[in-house]
């Protein structure tokens, strides 16, 4: 096995089937072989040591319960853009191109928070100026806030592989189906 392999990203699930986190091949097979986890689906390849070939495992879940707190996310560019969905808050023109805009500006004392900044495009924050939305008499599409924490935030922005959607609640198959009003089992 190249290292190539050795680099790949592995699924930590909780013992509950709870995504966790990602971590390298290298660290999933040391929890597989320290009994900390079991390999859930595997991967493409084998680890060979001197005396015996593992296959790389591609999810893993960990034997034992770890509680994780919620983290908040950090106040930054690429955050307040995805929070507002690459849209100005002020005309919702959909575009990569944006600034932030600090609602109360900062000349005016306002603070560098989640509820002060949104995303604005380059015609809407030059009309703007330093001035707040009312006296430049344009007003907010929505009220700027922290957005919600997600356990799961730190997985819905990379490339991920199809054999972890089953694990994934935001990408998994609905396993039922409504039928005239009642639930069904959905066919395999």
Same mark, same amino acid.
Not at 12 to 37: D, F, H, M, S, T
Not at 124 to 140: D, E, V
């Given at each position: 096995?190249?290292?190539?392999?050795?680099?790949?990203?592995?699924?930590?699930?909780?013992?509950?089937?709870?995504?966790?986190?990602?971590?390298?091949?290298?660290?999933?097979?040391?929890?597989?072989?320290?009994? /900390?986890?079991?390999?859930?689906?595997?991967? +493409?390849?084998?680890?060979?040591?001197? +005396?015996?070939?593992?296959?790389?495992? +591609?999810?893993?879940?960990?034997?034992?319960?770890?509680?994780?707190?919620?983290? $908040?996310?950090?106040?930054?560019?690429?955050?307040?853009?995805?929070?507002?969905?690459?849209?100005?808050?002020? =005309?919702?023109?959909? $575009?990569? %191109?944006?600034?932030?805009?600090?609602?109360?500006?900062?000349?005016?004392?306002?603070?560098? $928070?989640?509820?002060?900044?949104?995303?604005?495009?380059?015609? =809407?924050?030059?009309? /703007?100026?330093?001035? $707040? #939305?009312?006296?430049?008499?344009?007003?907010?599409?929505?009220?700027?806030?922290?957005?919600?924490?997600? #356990?799961?935030?730190?997985?819905?922005?990379?490339?991920? #592989?199809?054999?972890?959607?089953?694990?994934?609640?935001?990408?998994?198959?609905?396993?039922?189906?409504?039928?005239?009003?009642?639930?069904?089992?959905? %066919?395999?």
């Amino acid at each position: 096995m190249g290292g190539d392999a050795l680099s790949e990203a592995v699924l930590i699930l909780n013992q509950n089937y709870e995504p966790l986190n990602v971590c390298g091949v290298r660290r999933a097979l040391l929890l597989v072989l320290g009994q /900390k986890a079991q390999p859930l689906e595997l991967g +493409s390849g084998e680890y060979h040591s001197v +005396s015996q070939n593992f296959p790389i495992p +591609s999810v893993i879940r960990l034997l034992y319960m770890v509680k994780r707190p919620l983290f $908040t996310r950090r106040l930054s560019r690429r955050e307040v853009f995805w929070r507002d969905q690459f849209s100005c808050q002020y =005309c919702g023109r959909q $575009t990569r %191109e944006l600034t932030l805009d600090h609602v109360v500006p900062r000349v005016l004392n306002g603070p560098h $928070t989640w509820d002060n900044v949104v995303a604005a495009c380059v015609p =809407c924050n030059h009309r /703007k100026a330093g001035r $707040t #939305p009312a006296q430049a008499n344009m007003r907010l599409l929505r009220e700027p806030m922290p957005p919600r924490a997600n #356990p799961y935030y730190h997985l819905m922005h990379r490339s991920l #592989p199809d054999e972890w959607s089953m694990y994934l609640p935001w990408r998994a198959q609905p396993r039922h189906r409504v039928e005239n009003g009642f639930v069904a089992l959905a %066919e395999a």
